[in-house]
Nanobody, 119 residues
Framework: VQLVESGGGLVQPGGSLRLSCAAS??????????INWYRQAPGKERELVAT????????YYLLSVKGRFTISRDNARNTGYLQMNSLKPEDTAMYYC???????????WGQGTQVTVTD
């Protein structure tokens, strides 16, 4: 099982980025996995930013990103996304994709992609 994140980078406040998480090597169909995006800033604990469930695609967001970030998935492409708009300096962090197989609880992590929001 492999998760590869992409889409991070350097952006000015108010800008946008779209993170992608491409999954491969699964035995089970991608649609059966919950997708989470976490982030970790230097000196801080990792925090859950957004979740999209497996069956119905219900979404949850960290309060500080609600209304600015959108999590989505394309099961046909085995890919999850995090659209980030109106970025703020406090969004600066390493962002990680995590997928959890709903039936077993098995989970997998990507290597992370850096997002830096600065003037």
């Amino acid at each position: 099982v492999q998760l590869v994140e992409s889409g991070g980078g350097l952006v000015q406040p108010g800008g946008s980025l779209r993170l992608s998480c491409a999954a491969s090597g699964f035995t089970f169909t991608f649609s059966r996995f919950v997708i989470n995006w976490y982030r970790q800033a230097p000196g801080k604990e990792r925090e859950l930013v957004a979740t999209i469930t497996s069956t119905f695609g219900v979404t949850y967001y960290l309060l500080s990103v609600k209304g600015r970030f959108t999590i989505s998935r394309d099961n046909a492409r085995n890919t999850g996304y995090l659209q980030m708009n109106s970025l703020k300096p406090e969004d600066t962090a390493m962002y990680y994709c995590n997928v959890v197989r709903a039936a077993s609880g098995s989970d997998y992590w990507g290597q992370g992609t850096q997002v830096t929001v600065t003037d």
